[in-house]
């Protein structure tokens, strides 16, 4: 039977330990010398070394103190796993596997690796507020990242990934304050407004708008529509669908709360999911039954007493990173 790997795993694969072995310091000449002589030795050597560093310096460019911290608790914690093994494991999953079987650019990681190197992120379960120029305030939700430019005329906002809920004041000052994401571009002017960008899929964004008025530009149409307090709109790079209600959903969250207002339990999970790690399994029985009511983001255990109060379930932890929901 013939191997479903590419031709260039190998490569890769070797590539991969040799980013360990020079990422563990430090690094003794002999080693270095015998990476050299394998880099030198062909062009796929090479190629190979190149996409594999480009992961690690991804990995490697991470800020954030509490990541930080996480890695210092699996380099303390008794665990015998050293820096090596800890790259070696890092790069094989998330580089070899991924780039020689699927290729980088069809992964999540470049989307990963642009947020891990935003101006400001957040972590999964976390939610952050900062303050901006001329009263302006962002929330930024869970696992989400946004950089931020200045301009003589204007104050730009660009979310690489997640959700973000924007305050802006009145202000007389010239510049306007700009919010753009891969499906287009939000202009608040200089009027007090606040309102959502919302971006977690590669295929559409979402629009909500609670005060003021903003105008929407989807990136490839030159076609701008204003959206007013109350109003939502799905948009893609090319085009808008119809205006709804704006949904509460959208705004709670930086309350560390989810509104909710008729929502399928299937969608309900995956929504107060993206504050927790682990996994969600649904009894597609129970998928369809109809979700009301105001829920916390960050006590999942609460939630699910909540939601068994309220219909006929039962959940389970077989697994403590693993919730199991089913028909009671």
């Known amino acids: 039977m013939s191997s479903s790997k590419p031709s260039n795993y190998v490569h890769l694969e070797a590539a991969s330990e040799w980013f360990a072995v020079l990422s563990d310091k430090p690094i003794s000449e ?12 062909n062009e796929a050597h090479r190629k190979a070394w190149q996409q594999v560093e480009s992961i690690g310096v991804m990995f490697s460019s991470i800020q954030d103190s509490n990541a930080q911290q996480s890695a210092s608790y699996v380099l303390e914690s008794g665990s015998s ?3 090596r093994q800890l790259m070696k494991g890092v790069l094989g999953v998330t580089g070899v596997a991924a780039l020689g079987w699927i290729g980088w650019n069809e992964t999540p990681l470049p989307r990963m690796a642009s947020a891990w190197m935003a101006d400001f992120h957040t972590q999964v379960g976390q939610v952050e507020a900062y303050d901006l120029e001329d ?5 930024l939700n ?10 003589r005329n204007y104050l730009g906002l660009s979310l690489v990934t997640g959700e973000m809920l924007v305050q802006t004041q009145a202000s007389s000052d010239s510049r306007v304050l700009s919010v753009s994401c891969d499906h287009g571009i939000v202009n608040s002017g200089r ?10 899929s590669n295929k559409q964004a979402i629009l909500a708008v609670y005060e003021g008025a903003v105008s929407l530009t989807p990136l490839n149409s030159t076609l701008s529509k204003t959206f007013f307090a109350g109003q939502a709109v799905a948009f ?10 704006a949904s509460l959903l959208y705004e709670s969250w930086r309350n560390g709360l989810l509104i909710v207002e008729d929502m399928p339990l299937a969608n309900f999970m995956a929504e107060i999911g993206r504050y927790h790690y682990g996994h969600i399994n649904l009894d597609p029985s129970v998928a369809d039954l109809r979700v009301v009511g105001t829920f916390p983001t960050h006590d999942m255990d609460l939630v699910l007493s909540m939601l068994s109060k309220s219909f006929p379930i ?9 919730i199991s929901i089913s028909a009671a």
């Open 142 to 151: 869970t696992n989400s990242a946004m950089n931020r430019s200045y301009g």
């Open 191 to 200: 009027d007090l407004a606040r309102f959502c960008v919302r971006q977690l």
């Open 81 to 83: 796993m050293s820096r």
């Open 135 to 139: 009263g302006a305030k962002v929330w």
């Open 236 to 245: 893609t790079a090319n085009a808008m669908d119809e205006t709804q209600p």
């Open 314 to 322: 039962r959940a389970k932890h077989p697994l403590p990173w693993w």
């Open 30 to 41: 002999a080693d270095r010398r015998a990476w050299q002589q394998w880099l030198n030795e």
